[in-house]
């Protein structure tokens, strides 16, 4: 019997399967959130959504230069499925620090390749294709976020794997994704990205309820 819990459960695996079909690896690794700049070190959250471990022995972060090798990633060892991981500016202690972090949240410091008002954000893997692109920034995509002290999230599904930034939103303290303050007044989630706090893009939303709808008036007359 559908529900709309089961359907969002579903939309949400159609939507991932085609991000995956768009990867050039087909491994579902995706940019979940990032800050530019802040009171404290600039973030990038990257979150494995394969299914199942990724092993990130080779692979890397560039920004804009787009050059497959220029931050190291194999500090992060095997990435769980549904596990997100940090890199920042800042070193992995002050950054926790300031963020109240688990130790169990990976975190590798000390990124120089820093990003700009407007800039990318690119992951590779150790083959140097590349996983994940988001180009941004409010000057070069007028009306999308500014993520200066305020870190940006997905404002749906469809964000993730696509790099289209008028998808993503600006954190707010206690939204879906628990945002919260850091002891030096930044405002983001780091390292607790949850594909359930996603929104569904509201035509695929409808369309699915749709369906449901049908379904329930198909039985009745059965």
Same mark, same amino acid.
């Given at each position: 019997?559908?529900?709309?819990?089961?359907?969002?459960?579903?939309?949400?695996?159609?939507? &991932?399967?085609? #991000?995956?079909?768009?990867?050039?690896?087909?491994?579902?690794?995706?940019? =979940?959130?990032?800050?530019? #700049?802040?009171?404290?070190?600039?973030?990038?959250?990257?979150?494995?959504?394969?299914?199942?471990?990724?092993?990130?022995?080779?692979?890397?972060?560039?920004?804009?230069?787009?050059?497959?090798?220029?931050?190291? *990633?194999?500090?992060?060892?095997?990435?769980?499925?549904?596990? #997100?991981?940090?890199?920042?500016?800042? =070193?992995?202690?002050?950054?926790?620090?300031?963020?109240?972090?688990?130790?169990?949240?990976?975190?590798?410091?000390?990124? =120089?390749?820093?990003?700009?008002?407007?800039?990318?954000?690119?992951?590779?893997?150790?083959?140097?294709? &590349?996983?994940?692109?988001?180009?941004?920034?409010?000057?070069?995509?007028?009306?999308?976020?500014?993520?200066?002290?305020?870190?940006?999230?997905?404002?749906?599904?469809?964000? *993730?794997? &696509?790099?289209?930034? =008028?998808?993503?939103?600006?954190?707010?303290?206690?939204?879906?994704?628990? #945002?919260?303050?850091?002891?030096?007044?930044?405002?983001?989630?780091?390292?607790?990205?949850?594909?359930?706090?996603?929104?569904?893009?509201?035509?695929?939303?409808?369309?699915?309820?749709?369906?449901?709808? *049908?379904?329930?008036?198909?039985?009745?007359?059965?």
């Amino acid at each position: 019997m559908f529900n709309l819990s089961s359907l969002k459960t579903a939309l949400v695996a159609v939507l &991932l399967l085609a #991000s995956n079909q768009a990867s050039a690896s087909g491994v579902r690794v995706h940019i =979940t959130e990032w800050m530019y #700049s802040g009171n404290g070190g600039e973030y990038i959250e990257f979150t494995n959504l394969s299914g199942a471990g990724v092993d990130f022995t080779g692979w890397s972060f560039d920004d804009d230069s787009r050059l497959a090798g220029v931050f190291d *990633l194999s500090g992060f060892g095997i990435v769980a499925h549904n596990e #997100s991981v940090i890199i920042t500016e800042d =070193t992995a202690d002050n950054f926790r620090e300031d963020w109240r972090l688990a130790s169990t949240v990976k975190v590798l410091g000390g990124v =120089t390749n820093n990003l700009g008002r407007n800039d990318e954000i690119n992951l590779f893997d150790k083959n140097g294709n &590349l996983i994940d692109r988001l180009a941004y920034g409010d000057q070069s995509f007028p009306g999308s976020i500014r993520t200066q002290r305020i870190s940006g999230n997905p404002g749906s599904i469809a964000a *993730l794997g &696509l790099n289209d930034p =008028t998808l993503w939103a600006l954190s707010s303290i206690s939204d879906l994704f628990n #945002s919260y303050s850091s002891e030096i007044g930044d405002i983001g989630n780091p390292g607790q990205f949850a594909i359930s706090a996603v929104p569904v893009p509201a035509a695929v939303w409808f369309f699915g309820t749709a369906l449901v709808g *049908l379904a329930s008036i198909k039985r009745r007359r059965a």
